[in-house]
């Protein structure tokens, strides 16, 4: 069975900076496209950015700037580095395991979410 599994989240500043992790096990994570997602209080939850397998990234809206994401294969980890963060950024973030790409924009795998780390940031 697939899981992901994200932490680092937590209760951080306007300004600071948060590296969350997302470890993902059931899949062949080498091969396996990965990405983030954010959903904020009563919205919908979209992504962030992605990452294919050969380490290629990309990145969504308006967090293209302040976001990075990578990969630690050898330990079938994704994470996502969010500098400069604004209240705005307060959600709860999602890892997705082994979606698909059209173009460069990630479809998400209907069954491979984790359970979320929420973030929180005050001004």
């Known amino acids: 069975q697939v899981q992901p599994e994200e932490s680092g989240g937590g209760l951080v500043r306007a300004g600071d900076s948060l590296r969350l992790s997302c470890r993902a096990s059931?899949?062949?994570?080498?091969?396996?496209?990965m990405a983030w997602y954010r959903q904020r209080p009563g919205e919908q939850r979209d992504l962030v950015a992605s990452?294919?397998?050969?380490?290629?990234?990309y990145y969504e809206g308006s967090m293209k700037a302040r976001a990075t994401i990578s990969r630690n294969n050898a330990e079938n980890t994704v994470y996502l580095q969010i500098d400069k963060l604004e209240p705005e950024d307060t959600g709860v973030y999602y890892c997705?395991?082994?979606?698909?790409?059209?173009?460069?924009?990630?479809?998400?795998?209907?069954?491979?979410w984790g359970q979320g780390t929420r973030v929180t940031v005050s001004s």
């Open positions: 990452i294919t397998s050969a380490g290629r990234a």
């Open positions: 059931g899949v062949i994570f080498s091969a396996s496209a």
């Open positions: 997705n395991a082994a979606g698909g790409y059209s173009g460069s924009h990630y479809y998400p795998h209907d069954d491979y």
